[in-house]
């Protein structure tokens, strides 16, 4: 039974993985040629979007990493 929620939490994480991909992704398509131009002004809007999404994406996988790790070690015991 307890298999059953890390793999639901497991499920859920990639989820959340994915998402934050595909966010990142269509914040980087966003970018504007302004956005690439204004270099000296600091960090972009467009620009914060994507460091934030991909800051997510880490943050997702490094749990379903660690899920993957319990499982596996409740699995063995």
């Known amino acids: 039974m307890g298999n059953v929620f ?4 497991l499920v859920a994480a990639m989820l959340a993985t994915a998402v934050a991909l595909v966010r990142g992704i269509i914040a980087f398509l966003r970018t504007t040629e ?4 204004n270099a000296g002004s600091g960090p972009s809007v467009s620009s914060m979007k994507q460091n934030r999404a991909m800051m997510q994406r880490v943050i997702f996988q490094a749990a379903a990493i660690l899920l993957v790790v319990i499982l596996l070690f409740s699995a063995r015991g």
């Open 34 to 37: 302004e956005d690439l131009k």
């Open 6 to 9: 890390f793999i639901l939490l």
